[in-house]
């Protein structure tokens, strides 16, 4: 952990179970890490939470773990070379507030990390990278799906060409989007070129996708292999425990309630598909094809609540970026999330329409060399 | 007929909503001569199934009873309707026709499943195998001897029949002069003389014979082995659950561990189970078990956290504050490797290993990963290696681990059961000096 100064951490709100507590929390107090329980020692914590209701759970960390209560953001801020940012939620809605503040406020230097979206604008987004560039400072974003154990632990080979890549996600709708894109990105980016940009973004709906899949069964097929991976089909096997070939047997249709899929065309003509299939599974799956036309596929694996040590392995992460200050993950993903986020907005109300997105065809990165996923 | 198609014969694919219904209102007709609980019938008859080709081997299922979330269901529902595996929807490529079944509470399934799919139920055990003839009519016997109303002994062992199940089944070899494989849910026996009686049978009759739990086969995270021929000197199992019942999930966990240390498997020469203060006496006293006991913890995702938070510091004295009346079973191996099963229910609840290496600070850890439904999944996807690994033992005529592994996990329970029954006495075990050597392929699921 980073020994020359104290860590920043702004969040909207401080609740049992929230985004905010689990990261806190395991730079506070500790985590689980490669079989030990892992201890950043030395570190004060700053918290500065906006919501200034009485919280008992703050106070409680106060009291035992030596939790500093900052009472303005400039207090957390001040001489500290490691910040935290935490929305509330699963951080598909970016507290603008708090990332402006941190940009203005945060001493040169200062590595900044913000739980979910940078923004829902790829041009804010892209404002507040250079905004931090100017003033010396590091900023990413992401959630816990980059980072957690993978079942099983499969992860795309670098420099191997990839034709379509398929996600399956559950959840409220702008939720489960952004979890989809999180999840998405660093299986993609690893492929031969790295990210080349989305150029067009599109919108299904329905029987849309049935239709679709009827006339690709290229893409049935991933969205099949995805499916395979799942512990949480719908339906029969809620209700009897059995074992179920949700695809084969047609019951995807039947199970999913309002589904949408979103197909982004990146610029070297990879095609990244998000399924929203809520009623039809609930956790989250994908799957890849190789340009060889070989598969590979897992579960994003969310341990047990209210443990969830998904929350650990990003810790991991950040804890190590804020002690080198290496880039887990290019500044571009968190830019290129963002627009992705905003075009799926834009198709939403459009849909089928071919929306093009000419301001993330040109965003560029290569995946970093080693793998972040948990192992 | 193709597993690829849904049954209408046609050409269209698959997803087609068109298709769909075609099939489901074929497959409601069909089942609305279904017999069983009313209430049974209107859940079960929502859905049709995939059917595979016939000509393939031929399973006889021995259950004692089949409900929902039940052992037998979860082994029946893989074998007749596929599971997934390896990044696609598997179809055992093999049939299951035969069932015998022990028991028909509330919600009995079975009835359902031999509506839906070309299974039939017989009245014996023999005829199951049979097929109703008079010689043996299948490939293998898959014995489900776990859930059902069954005696408890005094001991507090319940008796389900799996011993009995499995003479039955040896008896129609016998009778028909030749023998198949034969797999075992769980543990053999609760008499250490008949689960050793089974494998004698077994080995007279020449028959690969498997048995055990889950979780020597389910997913590990992370995804380690053991590697073949460590030079491995103490196990640790850290898990949850009853004397008698989950005492040999963690015993196997630790088991498909140990087993891969070099020299292999020497046998046992002694178990002691322990509860409450002594068993954290006896971890509190060893420094070496202590540190093993807490990086175990440290794999687990379910770790009691204190009020106000979602996960604890893993400490031992927080462990024994969660699980006072904790059930330790410790095992003295013949090479002076030890074994320590931990049950600590009220702190956690899943499975941990953590292994040291002699002579070197390395410790082998992860935690063997049971979805368990219906807190976490709907599925019991752990059974899916399971019966896997039958497969592998049906097809190859190969039993895929050594059936030794189970005969001493069910001595150690058994053992272990007999140590807290006789006032938590160390009870030397000269039965089970039974050296055996695993093979170096792994059997767990990673892909």
Known sequence: MNSTGPIAVLVEDFQLGSAAQQLTDRLLIGYPRQGEFHVAKGVPIRLFSENKEPNDLIDKRIRDFQLIDAKHIKDALVDAPSVLVVPRGAGHHPSEKLIESVLDGAIPGARIFVHGLLSRSVRDARNLVEKARLRKLTIIASSYMPGTWRLPEVEVERERSITDAAIIVVGPSEEAEFLGIDGLLPLVDRRLGGESGVRQIQCFEEDQIWDLLDRQPDIAELMATAISRTDTPQGDPVRDGRTQDLVKLGLVQQLAKSPQLYLLEHSDGLRSWIFVLNGVIADFNFAIRYADRSLISAQFFRTPQPNAHHWSALVDVLEKFFETGRLPWAVERGILAAGIVEGLAETRSQVKRVYKTPRLSGITYSARESSLIRR | ?447
């Not at chain 2, 068109?18 to 929502?46: E, K």
């Not at chain 2, 859930?147 to 799996?162: C, F, V």
């Not at chain 2, 006293?285 to 093993?292: G, H, V």
Request: neutral net charge; contains cysteine.
């Open chain 2, 1 to 447: 007929m193709s597993p690829l198609t849904n049954g209408s014969g046609s050409e269209t694919p698959y997803w087609s909503r068109r298709t769909f219904v075609s099939s489901l209102t074929s497959a409601a007709s069909a089942l609305s001569v279904a017999v069983g609980p009313p209430s049974t019938r209107r859940v079960l008859a929502s859905t049709p199934t995939v059917r595979r080709p016939s000509e393939t081997k031929k399973i006889a299922l021995i259950a004692t009873e089949v409900r929902q979330y039940s052992h037998a269901q979860h082994f029946i529902d893989r074998f007749l309707e596929g599971y997934g595996w390896h990044g696609e929807h598997h179809y055992p490529p093999m049939e299951l026709v035969s069932l015998y079944v022990d028991q028909f509470p509330d919600g009995d399934l079975s009835q359902d499943r031999t509506q839906r799919h070309p299974v039939r139920i017989f009245p014996t055990i023999a005829e199951a195998c049979t097929l109703g003839g008079n010689k043996l009519a299948v490939d293998a016997v898959v014995i489900i001897g776990e859930h059902g109303q069954y005696p408890n002994n005094r001991k507090g062992q319940k008796r389900y029949p799996r011993y009995s199940f499995f003479k039955e089944v040896v008896e129609v070899f016998e009778d028909s002069g030749r023998a198949v494989p034969v797999f075992n849910d769980k543990h053999l026996s609760t008499r250490w003389s008949e689960s050793a009686e089974m494998v004698a049978d077994s080995q007279r009759l020449g028959f690969p014979f498997l048995a055990g739990s889950s979780l020597p086969v389910t997913w590990r995270i992370p995804s380690v082995e053991m590697p073949w021929g460590t030079p491995l000197e103490e196990s640790v199992c850290v898990c949850y659950g009853g004397v008698d019942s989950y005492d040999f999930h963690g015993l196997e966990t630790a088991q498909c561990m140990s087993e891969r240390r070099a020299g292999g498997e020497s046998g046992i020469r002694a178990v002691q189970a322990l509860r409450g203060a002594p068993m954290w006496d006896r971890i509190r006293d060893n420094r070496q078990t202590s540190q093993l006991v807490l990086n175990a913890l440290s794999r687990s995702h379910t770790v009691k956290a204190p009020s106000g938070f979602t996960f604890p510091v893993i400490s031992l004295s927080w462990a024994e504050k969660m699980s006072p009346e904790a059930v330790g079973y410790f095992i003295e191996h013949t090479d002076g490797m030890r074994t320590n099963m931990l049950m600590l229910n009220g702190l956690l609840s899943d499975f941990n290993y953590a292994g040291k290496v002699k002579n070197s600070d390395r410790i082998i850890s992860c935690q063997m990963y049971l979805p368990m439904p219906p807190r976490y999944t709907t599925l019991a996807n752990f059974f899916s290696p399971l019966v896997n690994n039958i497969e592998k033992m049906i097809l190859s005529n190969l039993a895929p681990y050594p059936i030794e592994r189970t005969l001493l996990t069910t001595g150690m329970t058994l053992f272990g059961v007999e140590s807290l029954y006789r006032g938590q006495v160390r009870l030397e075990t000269p039965e089970m000096n039974i050296p055996y050597v695993t093979p170096r392929t792994s059997t767990y699921w990673r892909a």
